[in-house]
């Protein structure tokens, strides 16, 4: 079965982007596929050490993914910092990476903002500990939202470099797959991983501004729907959601220019399970008026049994430690042989 894996940051309430980006995709890949789930709490502490309830925030999105659907017995969800083999693997993709790569990621750029001097260096190296993240268990799949892309295309980057600068020391040790570089046939250790990105809503918006995404780190509450708001909540949100005076298209080329009404509309389609198209074909012609509160109401009989679901889990917390400590034990074990075998493959005597 093809291993897949990605994680999410406990650093403030989740919202909807992260559920249509991420969670629900996560809940859909089950099925076929064997499923490393990951809170990065690593990652949290790149763009600001020092948080109020770090372990709750872990706990809180340990119980996001159970409560969307995600088997933690079938499947693996535990925190990154109980599997030391990230940080150490990230190590090596430090020395792998150049600085200029990492330079160019938007998401450093945006996050470090001006004063760019100042930004920890942690903040720079984050798409080499993902890379680590990924590969520390030789993964080929990974469910993110498109503002992910750049560090998966960054990820293959660095597997690509160190399949090809530890070529001959992995053919020794055959322990890797082959695979095509250009014209020259690699036999690499690490795959090339693929991202999956995709469906109606790959990068939603906020509702305050349709050109920019839709971030726990917003300081407009107004922006987001949070997994945990109540139905009341939701609903004056998309009330209060920023549109045009236009009445919604008949056809998906009618949101060319308006970017709200757009985002609006592939919400209710991702939520929904269908096409754009497809909600066009029903509310073409309608005014907001209309529009708002069935997506509203959309959005809360989809949210609401995982909001009842997470309060309950967050009460007493001992099953979501009790699913963290297994699943960090299993990826433990998993992540340990691929540091032995990279361990042998650079050339440390351990
Ligand atoms: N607006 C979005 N639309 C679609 N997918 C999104 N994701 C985040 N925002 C959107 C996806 O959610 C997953 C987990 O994200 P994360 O918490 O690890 O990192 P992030 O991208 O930094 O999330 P935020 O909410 O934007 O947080 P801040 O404000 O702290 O930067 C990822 O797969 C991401 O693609």
Request: hydrophobic share 40%; charged share 25%; aromatic share 6%.
């Amino acid at each position: 079965k093809p291993l897949v894996f990605s994680g999410v940051q406990p650093t403030g309430n989740l919202h909807l982007g992260n559920y249509l980006g991420a969670i629900r995709k996560f809940v859909a890949l089950q099925e076929d596929n064997d499923c490393i789930y990951c809170v990065v709490d690593l990652h949290a502490i790149t763009a600001q050490l020092v948080h109020d309830d770090l372990k709750g925030q872990i706990r809180s999105i340990a119980a996001a993914f159970i409560a969307s659907g995600i088997d933690p017995v079938k499947h693996i969800v535990f925190n990154q910092s109980a599997v030391p083999q990230h940080a150490e693997l990230a190590w090596i993709f430090n020395c792998v990476a150049r600085i200029g790569w990492m330079n160019r990621m938007t998401q450093f750029k945006d996050k470090a903002g001006k004063d760019r001097e100042n930004a920890s260096l942690g903040l720079l190296a984050y798409p080499s500990l993902m890379a680590a993240d990924i590969l520390v268990y030789r993964a080929t799949h990974v469910p993110v939202g498109d503002d992910q892309k750049q560090h998966l295309e960054l990820a293959r980057d660095i597997a690509q470099r160190f399949n090809i600068d530890f070529g001959p020391k992995i053919r020794e040790t055959g322990t890797g797959v082959d695979m095509i570089v250009g014209e020259e046939p690699i036999h690499g250790y690490f795959p090339l991983v693929e991202p999956l990105i995709g469906g109606p809503a790959p990068r939603v918006m906020s509702l305050k501004d349709g050109t920019k995404k839709m971030s726990k780190s917003d300081p407009s509450d107004l922006s987001r729907i949070n997994l945990m708001d109540d139905a009341d909540t939701i609903l004056k949100k998309i009330r209060k959601a920023k549109t045009d005076p236009d009445a919604l298209p008949s056809e998906v080329d009618g949101l060319e220019g308006r970017p709200e009404a757009g985002n609006l509309v592939g919400i209710y389609a991702a939520l929904s399970d269908r096409t754009k198209a497809d909600v066009l074909a029903e509310f073409g012609g309608q005014q907001f008026s209309v529009f708002k509160p069935a997506l509203a109401d959309l959005a809360v009989e989809v949210l609401a049994p995982i909001t009842t679901e997470m309060r309950r889990l967050m009460d007493d917390t001992t099953h979501i430690d009790a699913i963290l400590k297994d699943g960090g034990e299993r990826a433990r074990a998993r992540a340990e042989k691929t540091m032995n075998e990279v361990s042998d493959i650079i050339g440390f005597l351990r």
